[in-house]
């Protein structure tokens, strides 16, 4: 089963905020992400595409774009751009808030 055809209780693997023990870099700034920007980014990397991503929050395309754009723009903010999925994907990563094993 693939995070896109999984439902929606087979995420909830996923943990949202920092993982214990995936303490980040000091020297590296992080945004100051919402619990709900986190969440949204968190179904799109678990998802093919940004409809599934939709579907599964209830919320439309506009929605997803609007979080995940002021995502972007929060880290570009602190000079740490992610213009795309994959380099998010790094950033979530390097942050802790998503382990490799939630992929």
Not at 45 to 53: C, E, G, L, P, V
Not at 63 to 71: A, S
Request: with cysteine; net charge positive; hydrophobic share 40%.
């Amino acid at each position: 089963m693939t995070a896109a055809t999984a439902p929606l209780g087979a995420l909830s693997g996923i943990h949202l905020g920092r993982h214990p023990g995936t303490a980040a870099q000091p020297q590296r700034p992080q945004p100051k992400l919402s619990p709900r920007e986190i969440e949204v980014m968190l179904h799109w990397f678990a998802n093919d595409s940004k409809t599934a991503t939709c579907k599964e929050l209830y919320i439309t395309m506009g929605t997803v774009n609007t979080h995940l754009n002021r995502i972007r723009d929060k880290y570009q903010a602190i000079g740490r751009p992610a213009q795309t999925k994959a380099a998010l994907l790094a950033r979530a990563l390097q942050d802790g808030l998503i382990l490799l094993e939630d992929l």
